[in-house]
Nanobody
Framework: QVQLVESGGGLVQAGGSLRLSCKASGTISVIVSMGWYRQSPGKQRELVAT???????NYADSVKGRFTISRDNAKSTVYLQMNSLKPEDTAVFYCNADIKEYYWSSTRTYWGQGTQVTVSS
């Protein structure tokens, strides 16, 4: 079984920074991609950023130039450095990973439990 455990959320003032981490553990053969999504009250979960095993990244337009996603393949960990935070960034941030547990397995999507990020004005 695969688990994703997030850390690094919290309360920060507008203009501040936070760094989220997410570590994958369990039976893992290949981590195809990892990413971050967020969900605000009353809104659908939305993509924030993703990164492939080869390092290709994709960002939501709303975070481009402010957030940076990175990963440490040796540690099966993905990071999200968030700078110039705005009150509208307030949300529960979820880690996401597409993983093959065995080399012959199909790719499955896993989610973390979520970590709260609150940006005060």
């Amino acid at each position: 079984q695969v688990q994703l455990v997030e850390s690094g959320g919290g309360l920060v003032q507008a203009g501040g920074s936070l760094r989220l981490s997410c570590k994958a553990s369990g039976t893992i053969s290949v981590i195809v991609s990892m990413g971050w999504y967020r969900q605000s009250p009353g809104k659908q979960r939305e993509l924030v950023a993703t990164i492939t095993s080869g390092g290709s990244t994709n960002y939501a337009d709303s975070v481009k130039g402010r957030f940076t996603i990175s990963r440490d393949n040796a540690k099966s960990t993905v990071y999200l450095q968030m700078n110039s935070l705005k009150p509208e960034d307030t949300a529960v941030f979820y880690c996401n990973a597409d993983i093959k547990e065995y080399y012959w397995s199909s790719t499955r999507t896993y989610w973390g439990q979520g970590t709260q990020v609150t940006v005060s004005s």
